[in-house]
């Protein structure tokens, strides 16, 4: 017995229609599994309730031992609701694990460090990261590099930028 789904709906009429819904959903999938392996990833390593946007939010911070200001740490992330980010980041203040830097007279404003808890927090999490999510991905068997496929979804990540320019340009108004 063969069963073909109907996979047409208002989101996709056609094949490429239906490929790229597909794509967005499992973007979806891969989004909310991404946020929960780092919020639980991280629980595994401080004893304060981080989301996965906070534990990204730290990492940055961390990366390449240089402070980083709210521009920056919105930059890396391809975020803009810096509202968000200033309630991530006084979190994590809060918390001991990232301070001011001390040369917050820089020309961007105040910049933000990882404390002495903050280094030990993203080390244990890089540590967990080796030992449990590494070697899973490391059996995955595919024709494209990691590196193609991170191509690929940072020039997807353009066009959806892109196409939410146009789209912030013919908004309805209220």
Excluded at 19 to 45: I, K, P, Q, T, Y
């Amino acid at each position: 017995m063969n069963i073909t789904l109907d996979k047409h709906w208002h989101l996709a009429g056609n094949d490429y229609e239906i490929e790229l819904s597909e794509l967005e959903f499992s973007l979806l999938r891969v989004a909310a599994a991404f946020e929960r392996w780092r919020s639980d990833c991280m629980a595994c390593c401080v004893d304060q309730p981080f989301s996965g946007a906070d534990t990204a939010v730290l990492n940055v911070i961390r990366m390449h031992e240089r402070p980083k200001s709210i521009s920056d740490i919105g930059r890396q992330l391809n975020r803009d609701d810096l509202s968000n980010l200033q309630y991530g980041i006084r979190k994590l203040v809060k918390a001991g694990v990232i301070e001011k830097a001390s040369n917050s007279d820089s020309k961007k404003g105040v910049t933000y460090v990882v404390t002495e808890l903050g280094r030990k927090a993203t080390d244990k999490y890089a540590q967990f990261r080796r030992e449990l999510l590494i070697t899973l991905t490391q059996s995955i068997s595919t024709e494209h590099s990691l590196s193609d496929v991170g191509r690929v979804l940072n020039l997807m990540a353009g066009m959806y930028d892109q196409a939410a320019c146009i789209a912030a340009a013919h908004r309805i108004s209220t």
